[in-house]
């Protein structure tokens, strides 16, 4: 008897540990015994779980008229729940069988209902209430509700690590999730993935078998929660000469990126501390053109449910509204006889409003500070929401005044103190955002402060080929002779494709101008630098006085450049 139980106790484990844990929650929505529910296809994730009783179906209120794509409103005082959607608006209060559509008073088989803490109404009722037709599966206890819309193709990942958040957090996360109509979500727990490319053939396995296409990845938590890729700094700019052969290495500093997850062409084996110089002049076989936006919310256990209510909150207070973009710029790259400095991306901006060959800005106001930058950032926080623009020398502790300064216009104490409105931010040569973990500017302005999905560098980017002129050939000036003549001509649309990480911010704005979101526009900014980039690899530029190859600055900028944030929903 003995020699039987200890026989099945091996056998369970041997059988537990080939078998490969439950990473994903089923696109299908089969969640076994448990009640489950798919809009055209698309499964809808509850933060507790749907019941039954008295026969009917009941789901949290939350989820199911978000997941239908109605506003949802609670009054306290008179327990009154409100759906609206197309003009359709439902009423119902807790523990009242009667329930109101358009006004007119019809009867509930069972009245909402509290349960955990949350609001349980009627699935079929609410849902029938919207026009849209419901059926029960029996045998897979599934509520499945069509609005005659074809099913969705788009694959949207929402990735965390169900060891690094509280329910709270898990929670938001699914209710955050449902917000995506247009897409068929997977919520996928990285919990036992100890590095990026295990993470990324989990992803390539989990879309093969799903198909379709895939729409974006968000991730939720610190590189240490859910892991991004290495890279190493090793760049060759210059030929080889007798005493160097040209190549330049970092070899103390791994960089993090979660630029590789936006794209599923690569073999994983490549990518383990990924070295642009492999990309560069190796030719390793690795695609870093981005086929779909990949975001990354770097906060952890406790933070992410507050943060995904202000991102609502955010979207909520500025619907329809024109967001002014105010930059603050601390330049230092200045040369001999010129206005501006070279890493002084406020005044590319200006530019890109006022010079006929961009014309962008045209709708939205600009406002630009050279002078009291702290003063100004307070001042245009108080003024109301603002797209943010910092550029400055600085660390992930903040953007400083001055070359080689210590001294913070914009630091992780002053971004605290942001608080009388929203803003998003793109913030600009400092690595803001470096090792994307919690010991940055970047992190403390999303737990602690009022930013919104910033776009930050994990590296500093100054001196990387950000040039606001060339000098280049130009006509012999009046009442002189030669023709050899050169100076300082300010980078146009074309000189923009000379390996100028400027080319980036130029198609970023322009896809703002034309009514894309930030997310949208910054992988759509990305993959035509990345084109470019890839078309320039083996091109050498005279720049500085030195023949080089360029676009090796340009590989550092992709990896570095991260939408940190949430993706937009519709």
Known sequence: MKRFQWTSVFLIFLICTLLPFGSFAAASGDGGSEITATIDSRPIFFDVAPQKINGRVMVPLRAIFESLGAEV???????????????????????????????????????????????????????????????????????????????PDGRYYFVYNSQKVTTQDMASIKLFANKFRQTRNVLLDAAQFKSAPQLYDAL????????????????????????????????????????????????????????????????????????????????????????????RLPLTEGEIAEYIGNYDAYREQNEGKSVPTVAVSAPVEFQKGLDTAQDDVAFFLNRLKEDKEFG????????????????????????GVMDL????????????????????????????????????????????????????????????????????????????????????????????????????????????????????????????????TRLESFFEANAAYAALTVANKNTPRFLFGFEGMYSANSFEFLFSLHYLGLADYE
């Open 389 to 516: 623009v910092v550029s400055g020398r600085g660390d992930k502790n903040g953007a400083s005044l001055k070359k080689d300064s210590m001294e913070y216009f914009f630091d992780r104490k002053s971004v605290v103190g942001l608080n009388a409105n929203y803003y998003t931010a793109f913030l600009w040569n400092f690595d803001a955002a470096a090792d994307l973990d919690a010991d940055s500017i970047v992190h403390d302005s999303l737990a602690k402060g009022k930013m919104i999905n910033p776009i930050a560098h994990t590296i500093p980017q100054f001196g990387r080929g950000n040039l606001n002129s060339l000098w280049l050939p130009i006509p012999t000036p009046e009442g002189e002779t030669g023709d050899d003549w050169h100076g300082d001509v300010p980078v146009d649309k074309e000189h923009l494709k000379w390996d100028n990480p400027y080319f980036f911010v130029y198609k970023y704005y322009e896809a703002i101008g034309s009514g894309k």
């Open 360 to 383: 962008l800005f045209k709708n939205t106001d600009q406002r630009i500070h050279y002078k009291s930058l702290a003063a100004n950032l307070t001042k245009e926080n108080k003024a």
């Open 204 to 295: 390539k396995s989990e879309q093969k078998k799903l198909g379709g296409k895939v729409a974006g990845i968000q991730i939720f938590g610190l590189a240490s929660d859910v892991p991004s890729f290495t890279y190493t700094h090793k760049l060759k700019f210059f030929p080889a000469k007798a005493e160097w052969n040209g190549v330049e290495e970092n070899k103390d500093k791994k960089f993090v990126s979660d630029y590789l997850y936006s794209t599923f062409k690569n073999d994983s084996k490549y990518l383990n501390d990924v070295s642009v110089y492999g990309i560069v002049q190796e030719n390793l076989p690795i695609s870093v053109i981005p086929e779909w936006p990949v975001s």
């Open 73 to 151: 409103g609670w009054e306290g005082s008179t327990q009154t729940i409100t759906g609206k959607k197309d003009g359709i608006v439902i009423t119902l209060r807790l523990n009242d069988t009667k329930a109101e559509i358009g006004g007119k008073s019809v009867p509930l088989d069972v009245a909402p209902t509290k349960i955990e803490g949350r609001t349980f109404v009627p699935a079929r009722f609410v849902a029938e209430s919207f026009g849209t037709d419901v059926k029960w599966d029996e045998s897979r206890k599934q509520v499945i509700i069509s609005t005659g819309a074809a099913a």
